[in-house]
């Protein structure tokens, strides 16, 4: 494909040379396989990627599996750890229980706290049922699981919404039958200039007579901070948190060809702050005084900041064999979530009281220094039903279809509490003075300058069904999703800000038909080929007005001209082209897989100029494409190498401009698409060696690759980083303006991660494993984080700083 670069053509060419050296070996369906006793059926793990039991080495497309083993092994914690050793998986973390998703660089950018309405392009799965909500996706913790299965490509024919770049399904263990087992486990680490983490966890299954079967599992973390805070709020390690949960499953088997699962899971994460550092802000910075400039890991804070995500989750699994090689299943959820993120808004309130406040009505400046916290809460209720038919037997043809129905209520608010904020508006000339404040609330409360209510209503219904043929050395698979989508939302808001919006029912819809083709060729046993056209979707939805005091010229400026009039965005829709090989044998295994996607109305978030609010646009034009990889070997019985990788090339393929021709939110043909390294890679090697009678001895060390990104698409347009109008407010003296303020680049740098593991097992199921994380302390930065388009602050998320610690296990 011309457009990978000379050293990506050579790894092609020693791919291709690799497959033919491996003819007579087995696949893995591009899977990187470890060992996991749990996890293997012979020689293979079974996964349910095709909505069946099957092999993976059977599954004609692009997967990878990372067992609890490999996953024990490399220290993984999160998602985002997992990612970093998949090829084409991307996480962008902005802290706990707030990650997003993105699989084969289909992204369009950074979903901002405050964007209720935005899809997710990933799915996300616990075992059978959906999680995946935007930013908000659940981080639950990864002690009992069985795997993480990772489905590159769109999914939209057996995973519905949200699964167009790809679906990762966290798989866990289920109750056994007449078996007695469990794990405890306790761990303790310490943050490189931060504070002491801790965790402790367990498991246990207990079967409950010869047709029942209960496990339980309950872990709780304490999360070791490591950024400081200068300011009126100072503080050391103000980012630290907690995570505490559970599950609760029961098996039963009434009788043969029947099983029924209930389970209840809840989790609760509380952090104390982000894992944010700043670079500029209103209060704090190189305008005020050229010894402004804060250190690394470093942020101003005049109010202590919080995030807190309850949820509940209860499902009701039930499997049938209806007999004639068919079973029934039946999945039905409840999901519960009550979110809060509680920021230090200070600075977006008062560069918003500079200018224009201050500067254009003759407000007094000292209501810039008024400390001001944006109180964003979700609440979330949802129901989901899937029920599907599947064959069971071992003939050519298989088949499966079924239904799908969800409902969601997801009500958001925000309130900007702000103390004092309304006594400088009626104390300001027109258009402020008396009564102003109480005469924009709108039913909200007084003193809070920004207040808004959106509940959602969607409703979603779908059928969808695939099959397959195996003649001879052929497989022929095909298969479709048809969906019909409602949303239905409201919009108040109240306060000096917003615009006042009493808005009811605004509402938008659509249909559409999402199919897959699948041809594979077994050229021998040890060797298949594979070629796959898929179509996947993401849902659209319903813009928010702009807020209109604060556009530049108001309802008739040219802000107002470029962003407003947008009611609605439409739904994004993606074909996926892929072919791809996959060889194992020998103890060696190479999977790859090469793809192109062609993006239709790629929806992008736009910063609206100066009116603090944002903006969804559909680009009509855009691709991904790459190669991604991934190398196994068994050297000898005691060291085992793996190697994978991919590189991914994302554009945007047309422009997206204003009355006068001038190009929105970077939407300019040739822009990368945001949030995707172009290359990422990770290594590992682990050796393992019996040292003493029944007790082995192993050391793992790995090496992770992630390349230079974007968090915006307007990130890389010309000049951007370079302020000539920045905000500040001196607290000491007062003054105040704007001036010019060159922050630099808007490209995140590549960061590379090497972590090492070593540790002693017995074969009486005690381990104890030392590890260090990010050994080299590399401050990896993730994303850029703003207010005011970066003019009142603008700072990143950052990663964890080196971490060492201990773990010691016990299996039962």
């Not at 985002?80 to 902005?94: C, I, K, M, P």
């Not at 950074?110 to 981080?139: A, C, H, N, W």
């Amino acid at each position: 494909m011309n457009q990978f670069p000379h050293h990506q053509s050579v790894l092609c060419l020693s791919a291709s040379c690799l497959v033919l050296a491996l003819t007579g070996l087995s696949t893995t369906a591009y899977a990187q396989e470890t060992d996991s006793a749990s996890d293997w059926y012979g020689n293979e793990i079974i996964v349910t990627a095709t909505k069946r039991n099957e092999s993976i080495q059977n599954v004609p497309f692009s997967i990878n599996a990372q067992t609890a083993e490999a996953m024990q092994r490399m220290g993984a914690t999160s998602i985002e750890d997992v990612s970093r050793s998949v090829a084409g998986l991307t996480v962008q973390n902005l802290g706990p229980g707030q990650s997003q998703v993105s699989v084969r660089g289909v992204s369009a950018g950074q979903v901002v706290r405050d964007q209720p309405g935005v899809k997710e392009q990933v799915g996300v799965y616990l075992d059978e049922s959906v999680i995946s909500m935007s930013l908000f996706t659940p981080d639950f913790d990864l002690f009992d699981l069985d795997r993480v299965e990772t489905l590159r490509g769109p999914q939209g024919t057996l995973f519905g919404s949200g699964s167009e770049g790809g679906t990762v399904r966290y798989i866990t263990k289920q109750p056994k039958l007449g078996q007695t087992e469990g794990t405890v486990e306790a761990g303790a680490n310490v943050l490189k200039g931060g504070d002491v983490g801790y965790s402790g966890k367990g498991a246990i299954n207990l079967p409950l007579g010869e047709t029942a079967a209960i496990r339980a599992v309950g872990y709780a973390e304490h999360y070791a901070g490591f950024i400081d805070a200068i300011g009126p709020a100072a503080g050391k390690n103000i980012n630290d948190g907690r995570r505490y949960g559970g599950r609760l499953s029961l098996l039963w088997e009434p009788a043969p060809g029947i099983k029924l699962t209930p389970r209840i899971i809840y989790q609760d994460i509380r952090t104390n702050g982000f894992n944010r550092e700043d670079s500029y802000h209103l209060y704090y910075n190189e305008l005020i005084s050229p010894f402004d400039i804060l250190p690394e890991r470093t942020q101003y804070l005049k109010l202590r900041e919080e995030f807190r995500d309850k949820t509940t989750l209860a499902d009701f699994t039930a499997n049938v064999d209806i007999g004639a090689d068919v079973a029934l299943t039946s999945i039905t959820t409840y999901i519960h979530r009550d979110i809060l993120v509680s920021r230090d808004a200070s600075a977006l309130t008062g560069s918003v009281s500079v200018t224009p406040f201050v500067v254009q009505f003759g407000v007094n400046p000292a209501i810039a220094n008024l400390p001001s916290n944006l109180r964003d809460t979700t609440k979330l209720k949802q129901w989901t039903q899937e029920l599907r038919l599947a064959s069971t037997g071992a003939g050519p043809f298989q088949w499966v279809f079924g239904g799908f129905y969800s409902h969601v209520d997801r009500n958001y608010e925000q309130r900007l509490p702000t103390p004092g904020y309304d006594a400088f508006i009626d104390a300001a000339p027109a258009p402020f003075g008396p009564g102003a404040s109480a005469g924009a609330a709108n039913g909200f409360p007084l003193n809070s300058p920004y207040n808004a209510d959106i509940p959602y209503i969607i409703k979603q219904y779908a059928a969808f069904g695939e099959a397959s043929y195996k003649l001879g050395q052929f497989k022929l698979t095909a298969g479709g999703r048809y969906y019909d989508f409602k949303e239905e939302r409201d919009f108040k808001t109240g306060g000096v800000f917003p615009n006042g919006d009493n808005r009811v029912g605004d509402k938008t819809g659509s249909t559409g038909f999402s199919p897959r083709f699948i041809a594979s060729y077994e050229a021998n046993r040890d060797l298949t080929f594979n070629v796959q056209a898929s179509k996947g979707f993401r849902l659209g939805g319903v813009n928010d007005p702009l807020n209109l005091p604060l556009c530049n010229g108001g309802a008739t400026g040219p802000d107002a001209a470029t962003y407003g009039n947008r009611p609605t965005f439409e739904d994004e829709t993606l074909w996926n082209y892929e072919a791809g090989v996959k060889a194992s044998g020998s103890g060696i295994t190479f999977n790859a897989a090469a793809f192109y996607n062609d993006i239709k109305n790629l929806q992008v978030t736009a910063d609206a100029g100066s009116c603090s609010s944002r903006i969804l646009f559909n680009v009509p034009k855009a691709h991904t494409a790459g190669l991604e990889a991934e190398l196994s070997a068994r050297v000898s019985p005691n060291l085992d190498l793996s190697l994978s990788g991919s590189y991914i090339d994302s554009k945007i393929d047309s422009n997206v401009t204003d009355g006068g021709g001038a190009i929105i939110a970077g939407i300019r043909k040739g822009n990368r698409l945001p949030t995707v390294p172009k290359f990422q890679m990770a290594a590992a090697a682990t050796y393992t060696m019996e040292i003493a009678a029944e007790t082995d001895w192993s050391f793992t060390a790995s090496f992770q690759h992630v390349g230079d990104r974007y968090t915006q698409l307007d990130d890389q347009e010309p000049g951007k980083g370079s302020f000539t109008n920045s905000i500040y407010y001196d607290p000491a003296t007062g003054a105040y303006g704007t001036g010019a303020f060159n922050f630099g680049s808007y490209k995140l740098g590549a960061y590379n991660l090497v972590n090492l593991s070593t540790g002693v097992s017995w074969d009486s199921g005690l381990s104890v494993t030392l590890y260090v994380n990010n050994l080299f302390d590399e401050n990896a930065l993730y994303s850029l984080d703003r207010e005011r388009g970066g003019r009142g602050r603008l700072g990143y998320n950052i990663g964890t700083p080196r971490k060492i610690g201990v773990t010691v296990r016990k299996d039962f």
